[in-house]
């Protein structure tokens, strides 16, 4: 037996990453395939999941080469995917259409139809927000349009589940990217009977809904052939790329957040149980059988930023952007920003909310604007937190990863409007590693998810500034009563 290693697979939205780990968590080799985005029509947003299942076997080739690693040496691969997917397919499990996202906004008025009548009381079962992100409502949009896929379809599924239906011949789904569909009942483990209706569909059209741990076996030979794995090698179905981004992270333990800022966001935690906010909020998702992740999901990250690079037409770099706002002062000299530029998941749940600036004046400048960008992205992030806290307490450590840890800029100001240190990650691919570490612990190779925290690598903590702490603190307050008051005006 040579070395042993654990393949990590992360399936996103923009790309698909296969990461080779060695036991530890050291990075040995690491694959990516872009994944294209089709939008055929305003508010539409689709992936081709065929493309989408070949660009996952590409990038398991890949990364083998790369590696240079031999077909025993790998002990199990784990799988993370985003959430939220929708695909219609037929009795051979073929797709009939192209895959719906999250990001898919065609079906804001079955949302909002939903939200003035039984919204709520579906949402405190499944914990799963009234949006056209969830598949729910694109159920209802499907079934209120006389959509011909939803007609056909034998089968709905997500990416994951399309995906090991191809490599296994199973119809399984885990705990987690059920509980993300929104016909999840939190309190039974089993898809909802009341939201089968409202969506108009069956139990049997759904898959079979196991915890994360779960074993497949037995891939399809020509697909591990053209991996170049064994076909005998464990594969663990692993979760959404949220709880396994936390877990990757460490971020597991109560009172442990975990910030991921790329060009969206999300704020999420671990609590026992399935604690859901009553306010409708924040978001709650299984994970395990006595486990879940709560929190919220911001469209508005660095795609605020890109936005106002490209609507300033600046031409240099995004680090050459922000170098002005270095200098001023905390509270952008009284302009506030709302960044529901690509309008807005978590806090609001409001596909129609709109991007703001507030307090513009004669005497401002670019660099005012680019930080209050900055700070109304992490103004946005502290509201969702505050609603976890409402759940689970105060933050005690909050972890943060993704493309804005780039920005020093960006993590002080994270850091004195939370008033935490904030813990870096030195890594990118916390959602690989969660669902390689899910896989380890599923195949008995490691004990429990917990001790994920002896495997990590080092961070980087940045200490937040006092002064500048209490300043937000004041400035925190006119933002969430502006954005409360212009919420009646987003249609």
């Known amino acids: 037996m040579g070395k042993e290693l654990v393949i990590g697979l992360d399936i996103g939205t923009t790309s698909v990453k296969a990461v080779i780990f060695y036991l530890k968590g050291a990075l040995i080799a690491e694959a990516e395939a872009l994944i294209n985005t089709y939008y055929p029509h305003p508010e539409w947003a689709e992936q081709n999941p065929v493309e989408i299942e070949r660009s996952s076997v590409l990038a398991m080739k890949e990364v083998i080469l790369k590696a240079k690693v031999q077909k025993d040496e790998i002990l199990t691969v784990g799988i993370s995917c985003g959430m939220h997917s929708l695909i219609c397919v037929d009795e051979n499990s073929d797709p009939l259409s192209q895959m719906i996202i999250w990001s898919d906004g065609r079906s804001s008025a079955q949302a909002e139809k939903l939200s003035q009548s039984t919204g709520k009381e579906i949402y405190l079962k499944t914990g799963t927000p009234i949006h056209p992100m969830s598949p729910l409502i694109k159920l209802m949009w499907m079934k209120e349009t006389n959509n011909e896929a939803y007609q056909k379809a034998a089968y709905f599924m997500s990416m994951k589940e399309y995906l090991l239906q191809k490599w296994f011949d199973k119809r399984v789904i885990d705990y987690s990217m059920a509980s993300a569909t929104g016909l999840f009942n939190l309190e039974t483990y089993k898809w909802d009977d009341k939201a089968l209706e409202i969506a108009g569909i069956n139990k049997d059209q759904l898959s079979e809904i196991v915890p994360p741990t779960e074993i497949l076996t037995d891939i399809n030979e ?138 513009l004046s004669i005497g401002h400048k670019k660099e005012h604007l680019v930080r209050a960008v900055l700070e109304g992205i992490t103004f946005n992030l502290y509201q969702i937190g505050k609603s976890l806290e409402e759940i689970a307490g105060k933050p005690e450590k909050i972890s943060v990863n993704g493309g804005l840890t780039k920005s020093s800029l960006w993590v002080q100001i994270m850091a004195d409007v939370f008033g935490k240190e904030i813990h870096l990650s030195d890594t990118h691919h916390n959602a690989a590693w969660g669902a390689a570490w899910t896989a380890l612990v599923g195949i008995g190779k490691v004990g429990s998810f917990e001790e994920i925290k002896k495997n990590l690598p080092a961070e980087k903590v940045v200490q937040p500034n006092r002064q500048n702490h209490e300043v937000y603190l004041k400035v925190y307050e006119k933002y969430e009563a502006i954005a409360k008051n212009l919420a009646v005006y987003f249609e």
């Open 222 to 359: 020509k697909i591990a052939e053209e991996m170049g794995l064994s076909s005998q090698v464990p594969f663990v179905i692993g979760a959404a790329d949220g709880q396994l981004a936390n877990l990757g992270n460490g971020a597991i333990s109560p009172g442990e957040v975990a910030v991921s800022v790329g060009t969206s966001g999300a704020i999420r935690q671990f609590t026992k149980g399935v604690p859901v906010n009553e306010k409708q909020e924040t978001f709650t998702y299984a994970f395990t059988s006595d486990t879940s992740i709560i929190g919220g999901a911001t469209n508005n990250g660095g795609i605020a930023l890109q936005w106002l690079k490209d609507l300033l037409e600046f031409q240099g770099s995004h680090d050459e952007l922000l170098a002005g706002a270095n200098d001023v002062e905390p509270g952008s000299d009284g302009i506030l920003f709302l960044p529901y530029v690509n309008g807005e998941r978590a806090p609001v749940w409001n596909q129609h909310a709109k991007g703001n600036f507030y307090g």
